[in-house]
């Protein structure tokens, strides 16, 4: 059950109380500089594990300035549509609302899902090294993107990718009970992106484990973390 700490009180409290229960995730960015940005990849990596937890999701874009930059930003970073939001009633069924909201701002009724600032620059970024750098922090935590971080994140992409695109070519072999229950008490932790990241750096050098294992390991945490990572699967060894 994914806990999400609850920005009005500092809880944690359930994202999706009701099972099977529609749950609606709404993203306020206030412009499209990199904070904003990362309040739509908060919203987007909700969307993607209630999903995973098989609760249907309703997910909108509400308010804010230069929505067609913020849109296509996203878009390039990974995250899935979003609904115009804004002058909705209670959708069918719905049984919670998630508000996801840059530090300090303000929401209507519902959890609020605090996302804290990110400082750099990052104009011209590869959008999917972007998105690993931003991954790599906790959400309520202050991140700093630039050349270091973001040549770090390039290069460990384009490894993981390699590999994963190598370990497909073994037999493949089911993902440990004990490695898929860490993947998911990570993101079910406040969505710890930061924490399913050390399951796969321990997974990739685990000489209990098959290659054919890693492989599946990975295909399933990126349904989560969105970093496209099988993108490289049948070109040349």
Avoid: C, K
Avoid at 201 to 229: I, K, N, Q
């Amino acid at each position: 059950m994914l806990r999400i700490t609850d920005a009005r009180t500092g809880e944690p409290v359930d994202a999706a109380p009701a099972r099977r229960g529609l749950t609606r995730v709404e993203a306020h960015p206030q412009g499209s500089d990199p904070t904003n940005l990362r309040v739509l990849l908060v919203a987007d990596l909700l969307v993607r594990a209630l999903e995973l937890g098989g609760t249907p999701v309703w997910a909108l874009l509400t308010g804010g300035r230069r929505q067609a930059e913020l849109r296509a930003a996203g878009a390039a970073l990974g995250a899935r549509p979003f609904e115009d939001g804004g002058g909705f009633g209670a959708g069918l069924g719905e049984a919670q609302v998630l508000h996801v909201v840059s530090e300090g701002g303000t929401a209507p009724d519902g959890v609020r899902v605090a996302v804290a600032p990110v400082h750099g620059e990052t104009d011209g970024a590869d959008p999917a090294a972007l998105r690993l750098a931003l991954l790599a922090r906790p959400r309520s935590e202050p991140v700093t993107v630039g050349p270091p971080a973001l040549d770090a994140a390039a290069d460990t992409l384009d490894r993981w990718r390699r590999a994963v695109a190598d370990w497909a070519r073994r037999p493949s072999r089911p993902i440990p009970d004990t490695v898929r229950a860490e993947l998911r008490t990570a993101w079910e932790d406040d969505l710890d992106t930061a924490g399913v990241l050390d399951v796969l750096r321990a997974v990739e050098t685990d000489p209990g484990l098959t290659d054919g294992a890693r492989f599946e390991t990975y295909a399933y945490a990126d349904r989560l973390l969105g970093l496209d990572l099988t993108r490289d699967l049948g070109t040349p060894a």
